[in-house]
């Protein structure tokens, strides 16, 4: 089992590029989870999704886009780069059986460390 | 907007001291999980506390949830070199999602 796998692990943009921060997980988990970490800071919730075809908007949206065609794969697109979106970004993926308790580990990436110049 | 504020925010301690890690919101979750994570990697679990007033012990950590489930504490006894690093508290908010604390980042001097 490789777990939360992330590509690339480092990148540097240009302001006004975009890329797409790759998300792929093997544990067959139903919840998957964009973070981003701010330097000396906790997470920030940016999308989620549920399962396959379903997602949702989490604390800081504005500038990145998500879709979920599979179980494994949770990929993170920014359109238009700018230096506030400078961060380290996390992947999580979490298994939640229907009608259990909100208890269940996230399981990380190893992150992807963005900076837009 | 849901917070989750942690304090300390740094604390530097000896080999062998003990400490106290707060996390405090206005908010009431149905579960809060703490995690460590070190430099360069994500977060791991360390324990995850689901009822008002549960006290939970991973050998030399303690953790303890609110009883009214809106605060948690971590106690660590005898810190060691290998307790550093950034401590998160996360709580549950509704069905599918976790607000993550500010942080607190540990340094523990041999």
């Known amino acids: 089992n490789a777990g939360v796998t992330q590509t690339p692990k480092f990148r540097i943009l240009k302001i006004g590029q975009s890329m797409t921060l790759q998300c792929t997980q093997d544990?067959?988990?139903?919840?998957m989870y964009w973070y981003r970490q701010d330097p000396g800071m906790g997470l920030k919730l940016i999308y989620y999704?549920?399962?396959?075809?379903?997602?949702d908007k989490g604390e800081v949206p504005n500038g990145y886009n998500v879709s979920r065609s599979t179980t494994e794969d949770f990929p993170l697109r920014l359109e238009l780069a700018a230096p506030s979106q400078t961060s380290v970004y996390f992947c999580?993926?979490?298994?939640?059986?229907?009608?259990?308790?909100?208890?269940?580990?996230?399981?990380f990436g190893p992150g992807t460390r963005l900076t837009v110049l | 907007t849901q917070l989750l504020e942690q304090s300390p925010q740094f604390l530097s301690i000896q080999e062998g001291e003990n400490l106290t890690v707060y996390c405090n919101s206005s908010?009431?979750?149905?579960?809060l999980q703490w995690y460590r994570q070190e430099p360069g990697e994500g977060p791991v679990l360390l324990v995850t506390?689901?009822?008002?007033?549960e006290v939970k012990k991973l050998k030399r950590l303690t953790f303890q949830f609110g009883d009214a489930r809106k605060d948690s504490s971590l106690h660590i006894t005898a810190a060691q070199p290998g307790d550093t690093g950034l401590y998160l508290c996360?709580?549950?908010?509704?069905?599918?999602?976790?607000?993550f604390g500010t942080g607190t980042r540990l340094k523990v001097l041999a």
């Open positions: 999580a993926s979490s298994y939640r059986a229907s009608g259990g308790i909100y208890d269940n580990e996230q399981f």
């Open positions: 544990m067959n988990h139903n919840y």
């Open positions: 999704s549920v399962g396959a075809g379903i997602t």
């Open positions: 908010s009431v979750f149905s579960s």
């Open positions: 506390v689901v009822t008002g007033g």
């Open positions: 996360a709580g549950a908010v509704g069905t599918y999602k976790y607000i």
